[in-house]
């Protein structure tokens, strides 16, 4: 059974430029949340996608957007990257938008020179 | 609003010494608590979760966390420490809508041989 699968693992983007990141969820999951965790500090929530759509937004500005499609995939895509942006991006899927349990895949490592 | 604070950034023990990390959260009603662990270079795995009843939980790895009202407390606790137990340890809570995590900053475990 096939956990959290993220990609790319790594990759290295300069200011201004855009990135995609990829997500798939646990095998039997439809829930999918992205975090965004820099360095020494704890994962900050960005979104949730549950049924194609956006369901809740932390604090990210609107450069941060995503998508789900119907095989409950995501994609978290940030335009405009500023240095700040660089940081762990862990994408965690879930059964239902209303649980705790999270299922962390093992995240895209950003750095933005 | 809702939080979630882990005092201690790093804490040292020995191999085969008890532990107790600690965690205490701002919440309104009775909240769901849980604890993840990061081992390096890895994404979160759940260590154990309080939704309701018994305020002691058990957890994998031999873990427990006890759940205190009065003093708006999870603390996690093991018996006896692995080498294998150094990793990042997080406490987290979600808010009312529950459909989102906010994690607290974090605490650092090191095994002393």
């Known amino acids: 059974d096939a956990g959290v699968t993220q990609s790319p693992t790594h990759l290295i983007k300069t200011r201004g430029q855009q990135v995609t990141l990829r997500c798939s969820p646990k095998?039997?999951?439809?829930?999918v949340s992205w975090y965004q965790q820099a360095l020494g500090q704890g994962p900050q929530f960005i979104f949730q996608y549950y049924e194609e759509e956006e369901r809740q937004r932390g604090n990210f500005p609107d450069r941060f957007s995503g998508h789900q499609f119907p095989n409950y995939s995501s994609e978290l895509n940030v335009n405009a990257l500023l240095l700040g942006d660089s940081a762990l991006y862990l994408c965690?899927?879930?059964?239902?938008?209303?649980?705790?349990?999270?299922?962390f895949g093992e995240g895209s490592r950003l750095t933005v020179l | 609003a809702q939080s979630v604070t882990q005092p201690d950034i790093h804490i040292t023990v020995s191999e085969g010494a008890s532990l107790e990390l600690r965690c205490n959260y701002s919440y309104g009603a009775t909240p769901y608590l849980f604890w993840y662990v990061q081992s390096p270079g890895q994404g979160l795995q759940l260590l154990l979760k309080?939704?309701?009843?018994?305020?002691l939980v058990q957890g994998i790895k031999g873990f427990e966390a006890e759940f205190k009202r009065s003093q708006s407390s999870f603390n996690l606790r093991k018996p006896s420490v692995h080498w294998s137990d150094a990793a990042e340890y997080f406490c987290a809570v979600p808010p009312s809508s529950a459909s989102k995590i906010i994690f607290g900053s974090g605490t650092r475990l090191s095994i002393r041989p």
């Open positions: 965690a899927s879930s059964l239902g938008q209303h649980t705790g349990e999270l299922f």
């Open positions: 095998s039997g999951h439809d829930t």
């Open positions: 309080y939704f309701s009843g018994d305020t």
